[in-house]
């Protein structure tokens, strides 16, 4: 077969993928640039310039959707990392057969869809009949409304993910782990190091690509939260947990205003990036330092 020939069969191949990408990634993205500038009435579009974005930085559910958004991510980045890191090293002395049954054990969780573990949460954590405060009431304490009131429902979103292992962060910490060099913890060992100071200074330095795939991972995970705030709280009470992807939502679908959530979604396009290039330069100058 030809070199031409062979081309034109690779980007048949390519073609069913490559159409895909185009209708459903790049034409949405395209259009929601052009969207963010307009605004969309019965008669039309009417170009407003940089009218949407003055509208959504003085909004006051813009800004805490914003730091909503922040703190969760936050947490949940820190606690997934951390709480990944710490268990596979838990798991990876053990024996193959072993580190098999917990590596099924913490993925097989993430298989269920979120939308099932917030529907479970929002009964555990109901005020009346939930489990949770019928335990409380059951040791003499009162019931505590948990997704009710504004100064908790936030942090009872957090907590709903805190007591989720992270199951892919593990699976990945884990073979990371065990592709580091034996023969340099033996060194260590001939040296009188601890098992936490070859912890800290083999292991960690050693898995640090795997830290930022992560880190960068989660952050984006975490600012795309919007299932568990839609099941749980409707971004109530009031506007105490609403995230910038569920003002996104109700931009769109609630108020029909199609432009201010066009914008809303730029700026959480730009958020993302900025972060995620401030997570890579700075992870990879103490991979540097660290070498």
Same mark, same amino acid.
């Given at each position: 077969? &030809?070199?031409?020939?062979?081309?034109?069969?690779?980007?048949? =191949?390519?073609?069913?993928?490559? &159409?895909?990408?185009?209708? =459903?990634?790049?034409?949405?993205?395209?259009?929601? !640039?052009?969207?963010?500038?307009?605004?969309?009435?019965?008669?039309?579009?009417?170009?407003?310039?940089?009218?949407?974005?003055?509208?959504?930085?003085?909004?006051?559910?813009?800004?805490? $959707?914003?730091?909503?958004?922040?703190?969760?991510?936050?947490?949940? %980045? %820190?606690?997934?990392?951390?709480?990944?890191?710490?268990?596979? /090293?838990?798991? /990876? #002395?053990?024996?193959?057969?072993?580190?098999?049954?917990?590596?099924?054990?913490?993925?097989?969780?993430?298989?269920?869809?979120?939308?099932?573990?917030?529907?479970?949460?929002? *009964?555990?954590?109901?005020?009346? !009949?939930?489990?949770?405060?019928?335990?409380?009431?059951?040791?003499?304490?009162? #019931?505590? #409304?948990?997704?009710?009131?504004? &100064?908790?429902?936030?942090?009872?979103?957090?907590?709903?993910?805190?007591?989720?292992? #992270?199951?892919?962060?593990?699976?990945?910490?884990?073979?990371?782990?065990?592709?580091?060099?034996?023969?340099?913890?033996?060194?260590?060992?001939?040296?009188?190091?601890?098992?936490?100071?070859? *912890?800290?200074?083999?292991?960690?330095?050693?898995?640090?690509?795997?830290?930022?795939?992560?880190?960068?991972?989660?952050? %984006?995970?975490?600012?795309?939260?919007?299932?568990?705030?839609?099941?749980?709280?409707?971004?109530?009470?009031?506007?105490?947990?609403?995230?910038?992807?569920?003002?996104?939502?109700?931009?769109?679908?609630?108020? !029909?205003?199609?432009?201010? /959530?066009? $914008?809303?979604?730029?700026?959480?396009?730009?958020?993302?990036?900025?972060?995620?290039? =401030?997570?890579?330069?700075?992870?990879?100058? &103490?991979?540097?330092?660290?070498?």
């Amino acid at each position: 077969m &030809s070199l031409k020939r062979r081309q034109v069969a690779a980007y048949l =191949f390519l073609a069913p993928a490559l &159409s895909f990408f185009v209708i =459903f990634t790049f034409v949405p993205v395209v259009m929601a !640039f052009v969207i963010a500038f307009h605004r969309l009435t019965l008669s039309g579009w009417q170009f407003v310039g940089f009218e949407n974005f003055k509208t959504i930085f003085s909004a006051e559910d813009f800004w805490i $959707a914003f730091r909503n958004t922040v703190l969760y991510t936050s947490v949940f %980045v %820190v606690k997934n990392v951390f709480l990944a890191l710490t268990i596979a /090293s838990l798991i /990876s #002395p053990l024996s193959n057969r072993v580190q098999t049954f917990f590596r099924a054990a913490y993925y097989l969780p993430t298989v269920i869809a979120s939308v099932v573990f917030a529907i479970i949460w929002s *009964w555990m954590f109901n005020y009346s !009949f939930g489990p949770v405060n019928n335990i409380l009431m059951r040791l003499g304490l009162e #019931p505590v #409304p948990w997704l009710n009131d504004p &100064s908790l429902a936030l942090w009872t979103v957090i907590l709903t993910d805190v007591l989720i292992a #992270p199951g892919s962060g593990i699976i990945l910490y884990l073979a990371a782990i065990n592709n580091i060099p034996q023969t340099l913890y033996e060194a260590a060992d001939l040296d009188g190091a601890t098992p936490i100071m070859k *912890w800290l200074k083999i292991t960690v330095p050693l898995i640090m690509p795997t830290t930022l795939y992560l880190t960068v991972i989660y952050t %984006v995970a975490g600012l795309s939260i919007f299932d568990k705030v839609f099941v749980l709280t409707g971004g109530g009470p009031g506007k105490a947990t609403i995230t910038l992807v569920y003002l996104i939502y109700t931009s769109a679908f609630r108020d !029909f205003d199609y432009g201010r /959530s066009a $914008a809303v979604s730029l700026i959480f396009f730009g958020v993302s990036v900025i972060i995620s290039i =401030f997570q890579f330069r700075a992870m990879a100058k &103490s991979y540097e330092l660290e070498g």
